[in-house]
């Protein structure tokens, strides 16, 4: 039988094909798709997963810390970079022979080496963390190529915070550990901007987002530059220190303050510790204790009752009151002058000149009780500085409620009251700067490692606690304290000091002891006060008046400062003609270093031993010209046709 004329016919070669062709362009497709959701819509998750192929942990350790400066540029805290031994225990198969080859390089006992290596609870382990010396470096690397030990161990760079003055405001910087993690201090409080980014750092040429590359560090943390000036810590260290130890005290500080801007030129405390080997100093000697302590001021806080006062207009300061010839009855409780002094009637300019503990607690029942708590509070007592310091306190003022009558009578003279050192500087500040409360500034600008601003603090006024009227009359009052009255063993020829002496008794656990806490406040020129410093010694031995143990530590401080200021010293001294200017020692002057020099340009060698300034030169690259021996006193730049850089450093 025949087909049909018209069935249908396939072409089964042309089916194939077609098929063939359209699997082909699907497959592409679903590549091409694939591919785009790689490259494009999941790029990052890709990258990601591809870069844990090559990249390294970068630990804490080995991220160079931005530096510290004070507010001329001066480096205060610097890192530099060191070395550490890294031992792989799991690689030595004959310890005896491992330790006695080690031994030669390292003068590490022999014994010593091998109980380290079987005591060891980690595979891995530092047998030496952050040494300096070279020449142990380049012995170990020689080791690490010929000895059949070569597999054992690693000589690992790191780097470790250097402190080229040592002691210098050692409580201000705090100190860092092992692994460069900021303990305390300013170290502490800005660790997350100082340590810098810890990130992922690979090893593979072609990936340079990290850290590090071929184990360069290439990404350094921010830099602090402080309020401090580096000069005049120096000389609030070293008057305190002599201070406490002639009064045979347990301890003290002393704080020096812009009055106009709220900066903290220097905040010193007594018993000091090195931060470099900070592990060999106690708590107690590292803590801060301008701002972490608290004290019961005593008798300068009669400044903010007599301040109160007359801004509320109840007293003046010819307005009398009658101090009950010593001995003043409140309740249950009898109520004497310091000193068993007794005074009858007393202008409120001679309370203060005086300090009549009967006469400011008269002055304070004139404020009462809720005004006086109201102004007590707008002078920063009972808050927290704003400083950001771990550990500090607000302080104990009393509420309303708290104020019973003999309460109140005792906070009047500054007893039954807790208040910290840069609380009351700051407090004091408004008083003598025409009435403004300001924010206390330690840390002037945060900068990145190109030393651009990152973050710069300003002047910051809280709030006007009185008026400028009112500024100027205690004033007034306060230079009658130096000159006729406790505080005339903080007077500085033609420098104007104004001032409060404190000496208020220390409470213990069963009321008061017999123990002092001493105390002096002040600023000058009285005019418009360039500097407010206040000086508090602990428990001092034998004489305990404020007057005659802080007193004079103030006047040392202010008097080095004035010599270091010398363009301060013509304007606040040497334009008094009516008084006799100060006598001025005869001492090496000082390098001018600006703050408008760049950061690091010209290490201020000052202070350093020899061999502290010859570590500090290395690092920056400078040469050394050394007259002398001991510590450095003096220093000046030599110009030499090569372009070198060199300093000249003078020793005694």
Not at 213 to 233: A, M, P, V
């Amino acid at each position: 039988m025949k087909k049909p004329k018209h069935a249908l016919s396939i072409n089964w070669k042309k089916v194939k094909i077609f098929l063939t062709a359209f699997l082909f362009v699907v497959g592409f497709g679903m590549i091409a798709f694939r591919l785009f959701e790689i490259q494009v819509l999941n790029r990052e998750f890709y990258l990601g997963k591809l870069k844990k192929q090559y990249e390294h942990t970068v630990t804490n350790a080995n991220v160079m810390r931005g530096d510290i400066y004070d507010r001329n540029g001066v480096e205060l805290a610097s890192s530099i970079i060191t070395y550490s031994l890294y031992i792989n225990k799991t690689k030595i198969d004959d310890v005896d022979s491992f330790a006695k080859e080690l031994s030669t390089i390292t003068k590490i006992p022999v014994n010593d080496i091998k109980k380290t290596i079987q005591t060891a609870s980690a595979n891995g382990f530092y047998l030496i963390r952050k040494f300096e010396d070279e020449r142990i470096k380049k012995d170990l690397e020689e080791f690490k190529k010929k000895s059949k030990f070569k597999e054992c161990l690693e000589v690992v760079e790191e780097s470790k915070r250097f402190y080229p003055y040592k002691e210098l405001a050692s409580h201000v910087l705090g100190f860092v550990n092992e692994n460069n993690e900021g303990l305390e201090g300013i170290e502490y409080f800005y660790d997350k901007n100082i340590k810098g980014d810890i990130k992922k750092a690979a090893s593979a040429e072609d990936i340079t987002e990290g850290i590090m590359r071929r184990g360069r560090y290439i990404r350094e943390g921010n830099s602090i530059e402080l309020t401090i000036d580096k000069d005049i810590q120096a000389v609030a260290d070293d008057e305190l220190k002599k201070g406490v130890l002639k009064s045979r005290a347990k301890s003290g500080f002393a704080v020096v303050v812009d009055p106009e801007t709220g900066e903290i030129l220097a905040m010193s405390s007594y018993p000091s510790y090195d931060p470099n080997n900070f592990k060999n100093f106690s708590p107690q000697e590292r803590k801060n204790r301008a701002l972490l302590d608290l004290y019961e001021p005593g008798s300068v806080f009669k400044v903010f009752v007599v301040a109160a006062a007359l801004e509320e207009k109840v007293v003046g300061p010819s307005t009398t009151v009658f101090c009950e010839n010593g001995r003043y009855r409140v309740n249950d409780r009898v109520f004497k002058e310091a000193h068993m002094k007794s005074y009858g009637t007393l202008s409120v300019r001679d309370v203060i000149r005086l300090s009549s503990n009967i006469g400011s607690a008269k002055i304070a029942e004139k404020v009462g009780k809720k005004k006086l708590s109201e102004y007590l509070y707008n002078f920063g007592f009972g808050r927290k500085s704003g400083l950001g310091f771990s550990g500090e306190s607000k302080g104990i003022v009393p509420t309303l409620k708290e104020l019973t009558p003999v309460r109140f009578t005792t906070v009047a003279f500054g007893q039954g009251i807790s208040v910290n050192p840069v609380q009351t500087a700051m407090a004091f500040c408004s008083v003598v700067n025409g009435g403004t409360l300001l924010k206390p500034i330690l840390v002037r600008k945060v900068l990145d490692e190109h030393n651009n601003v990152v973050f710069e603090n300003q002047k910051e006024i809280i709030r006007r606690v009185i008026s400028q009227k009112t500024s100027e009359t205690v004033k007034e009052l306060l230079r009658d304290v130096v000159t006729e009255g406790t505080g005339k063993e903080a007077e500085i020829k033609g420098a104007f000091v104004i001032g409060k002496t404190g000496t208020a008794q220390k409470a213990g656990k069963r009321g008061y002891t017999n123990d002092y806490f001493a105390s002096f406040i002040g600023a000058f020129p009285k005019d418009k006060p360039k500097y407010v410093i206040y000086v508090g010694v602990d428990t001092p031995q034998g004489i305990t008046y404020g007057g005659y143990v802080a007193g004079p530590i103030f006047r040392e401080i202010g008097k080095r400062i004035l010599e270091l200021k010398g363009e301060e010293r013509r304007v606040i001294v040497l334009n008094t003609p009516q008084q006799p200017a100060p006598e001025t020692h005869s001492e090496a002057p000082f390098l001018n270093i600006t703050s408008s020099a760049k950061k690091g340009d010209t290490p201020d060698f000052r202070g350093m031993a020899l061999r502290e300034a010859i570590k500090v030169a290395n690092l920056k690259k400078i040469g050394l010209e050394i007259v002398g021996s001991g510590t450095v006193y003096y220093q000046e730049p030599v110009y030499s046709g090569s372009g070198e850089r060199k300093i000249k450093v003078y020793l005694q």
